[in-house]
């Protein structure tokens, strides 16, 4: 990649190549503190997911205007994620992180005194755009201010956060709801978005602001970024329920998005000072590792979301339920970090990311042949390879895109590697969406064609459950024929989902394939790892 490895003035410094190989103290606690607000920043999203029903009752917001609670949140933060780097450049790590911490723990206090959805959606708006400043700062520190030697301890332990936190937000969303109220979705933010702020205040110390690029900064690439992803955001969260392009305002998100695109990539390449630098793309492996990286988030969102559908509209499980039996794929990265930070010293990290793959997709394609009936102990083997697969692509997957980067670049480089993982989450979960609706409707025509009057067997269960019913005193017919299309429909479901985690078997053992198109990292000494997020 073309660009000098020295900083320039005002980024953050690489570490020092001498190496005494030692970690500074006060950048070791400044850094943990980074880890501990982007873990509340990413957390936000999975933990009110899983419990909207009850802000729903708590807030008397109609259903149409709910899903507005996440939607403002994700379109915000997948704004701010990749103006980061630009805006630490100027104003510092140091104020933007104490800044972003303050606001979101601020907001956090603002929506759960929320009365009405139209304040919790606006204090949401708020929490997304200021929280998402704090996520890709921590991997521009984990890449700069640490010698490569310890990046196998510093990387993976973002990887385990940056992943733990959406999958265990079930488990906390859920237990904070049902033991005490929805309000404690947000209030648990405040007392560590206190201490986070503090100690970032006080011991973030990696670079100097560049006040005099304010002058520079283009406003028109802002906006136009704005209205590009805040619109492609919107159409993808709104679009399978709004039936897609047969709704007026997905097809002007639509068109909004594309002229914001193209205004946005041609201020982008044309002014001196853009808002997001895109030459770290020019990055061989950057360039595939961002790839993997939207791969992983459709990997990463897609089944978080799909597990706790299943565990709900088929088995009944309540918010608590689900979170207790999706906790499985958390303890798998948890004990897989340490694994993937000591190997990725010692293999090629290319073969790493083949193991990771091979283990999401033998995971998934487990999970092609659920029933009904598919209970904790059946979803236990998936749930590992799950999360041992996530943490082994992880880990190398970001080592080789930013660890390769010049100090100088990673900063904005590590917002655009963040932006493709939220966008690989926003445009798996629309696919997913869309298929689980399409499917589910091709599947329940099929069997009810199979159902029809002249099959025994059909006509045997029919009047089996018609006696049962009568023998209780209801109207046998009528009944027995609901039972038959409520058995139908949720056979309809279930044999969606296979299609589902048919389609992503497929997607992870292709990219094994794509492995091959990496650049072979040159070895880093003791350290490997990136963390994956």
Same mark, same amino acid.
Do not use: C
């Given at each position: 990649m073309a660009g000098s490895a020295t900083a320039t003035a005002g980024s953050i410094p690489a570490a020092p190549a001498k190496a005494d190989d030692s970690m500074d103290p006060k950048r070791l606690i400044a850094f943990f503190a980074m880890v501990l607000g982007m873990f509340m920043s990413i957390l936000d999203i999975q933990i009110v997911s899983a419990s909207l029903a009850e802000i729903q009752a708590g807030l008397s917001a109609g259903s149409d205007e709910i899903g507005w609670v996440q939607t403002a949140y994700?379109?915000?933060?997948?704004?701010?994620?990749?103006? /980061? !780097?630009?805006?630490?450049?100027?104003? #510092?790590?140091?104020?933007?992180?104490? +800044? /972003?911490?303050? !606001?979101? =723990?601020?907001? /956090?206090?603002?929506?759960?005194?929320?009365?009405?959805?139209?304040?919790?959606?606006?204090?949401?708006?708020?929490? !997304?755009?200021?929280g998402g400043g704090m996520i890709p700062s921590v991997f521009a520190a984990a890449f700069t201010i640490f010698p490569p030697s310890k990046r196998s301890i510093v990387s993976p332990i973002i990887g385990l956060i940056a992943t733990l936190a959406p999958t265990i937000g079930p488990t906390v969303g859920g237990y904070l709801s049902n033991a005490f109220s929805w309000h404690w979705l947000f209030?648990?933010?405040?007392? &560590? !978005?206190?201490?986070?702020?503090?100690? =970032?205040?006080? +011991?973030?110390? +990696?670079?100097? &602001?560049?006040?005099s690029l304010f002058k520079k900064f283009d406003w028109w690439g802002l906006i136009s970024m704005g209205v590009f992803l805040g619109a492609l955001e919107y159409v993808l969260e709104e679009g399978n329920s709004n039936d897609w392009f047969n709704d007026d305002m997905i097809v002007l998100g639509a068109i909004a998005s594309g002229i914001g695109c193209i205004v946005f990539f041609y201020r982008a390449f044309t002014v001196s000072f853009p808002v997001v630098d895109l030459t770290a793309f020019s990055n061989r492996n950057f360039a595939f590792g961002s790839i993997f990286s939207f791969v992983m988030g459709i990997g990463l969102y897609g089944l978080t979301y799909i597990y706790p559908v299943y565990l709900s509209r088929i088995r009944g499980y309540d918010s608590q339920m689900i979170g207790e039996t999706m906790f499985v794929s958390g303890l798998a990265m948890f004990f897989t970090a340490p694994i993937a930070g000591r190997l990725s010293t010692k293999l090629d990290l290319r073969l790493m990311m083949v193991i990771g793959f091979l283990s999401f997709a033998a995971g998934t394609y487990i999970m092609t042949g659920i029933t009904q009936d598919w209970d904790f102990y059946e979803l236990f083997l998936p749930q590992i390879l799950r999360g041992f697969g996530l943490m082994m692509c992880m880990v &190398?997957?970001?080592?080789?895109?930013?660890?390769t980067l010049p100090p100088a670049r990673i900063r904005g480089a590590s917002g655009l590697f963040n932006l493709t993982r939220n966008l690989g989450g926003a445009v798996g979960l629309a696919i997913i969406s869309t298929v689980l609706s399409n499917r589910q409707d091709l599947h329940y025509e099929r069997l009810r064609e199979s159902m029809d009057w002249g099959k025994k067997a059909a006509v045997d269960q029919l009047n089996n459950m018609a006696a049962n019913l009568n023998a209780v005193g209801l109207d046998g017919t009528t009944g027995a024929l609901k039972q038959m299309v409520q058995l139908a429909t949720k056979q309809a479901v279930v044999? #969606?989902? /296979?299609?589902v985690f048919m389609i992503l078997t497929v997607l992870f053992a292709a990219m094994i394939l794509g492995v091959g198109m990496i650049a072979k990292p040159a070895p880093q000494g003791g350290g490997g790892g990136g963390g994956g997020h």
């Open positions: 994700l379109i915000a933060e997948v704004i701010m994620i990749p103006l /980061s !780097g630009t805006l630490a450049r100027i104003i #510092s790590t140091r104020y933007l992180f104490a +800044f /972003s911490a303050a !606001g979101f =723990t601020a907001a /956090s206090a603002l929506a759960a005194t929320a009365t009405n959805i139209d304040q919790m959606i606006v204090y949401r708006a708020i929490q !997304g755009f200021i209030l648990v933010n405040i007392i &560590p !978005g206190i201490i986070v702020t503090i100690v =970032t205040w006080n +011991f973030i110390d +990696f670079d100097k &602001p560049e006040l &190398p997957i970001n080592n080789i895109a930013l660890g044999m #969606s989902f /296979s299609d």
